[in-house]
Nanobody, 125 residues
Framework: QVQLVESGGGLVQAGGSLRLSCAASGRTSSRYAWGWFRQAPGKEREFVSAISWSGGSTYYVDSVKGRFTISRDNAENTVYLQMNRLEPEDTAVYYC??????????????????WGQGTQVTVSS
């Protein structure tokens, strides 16, 4: 069994930055495809960003392009989401997700096998 543990959420003013981390533990694979999703109150879960199994490709939803950066540390089985120039619209619970194989569609939540418990990000105006 693999567990994903997120950290780094919190309260920040608009224009500020946060860095989310997500670490895999347990019976881990040598490599994962990683994704970040978020869900705001009353809204459906939304894809935010992903990094491919090979690490060679990254993906972002249009609303965060140029502001968020996803990265990974394979040795630590950890993925990061650097969030800059945060906006109140970014307020949500952020979830990391992982799967131990390449994906065709990285924005599809159903493609991921493992999910974290979520971390709250609140951006005040």
């Amino acid at each position: 069994q693999v567990q994903l543990v997120e950290s780094g959420g919190g309260l920040v003013q608009a224009g500020g930055s946060l860095r989310l981390s997500c670490a895999a533990s347990g019976r881990t694979s040598s490599r994962y495809a990683w994704g970040w999703f978020r869900q705001a109150p009353g809204k459906e879960r939304e894809f935010v960003s992903a990094i491919s199994w090979s690490g060679g490709s990254t993906y972002y939803v249009d609303s965060v392009k140029g502001r968020f950066t996803i990265s990974r540390d394979n040795a630590e089985n950890t993925v990061y989401l650097q969030m800059n120039r945060l906006e109140p619209e970014d307020t949500a619970v952020y979830y990391c997700a992982a799967v131990g194989s390449p994906l065709i569609i990285y924005s599809a939540g159903d493609a991921y096998r493992y999910w974290g418990q979520g971390t709250q990000v609140t951006v005040s105006s």
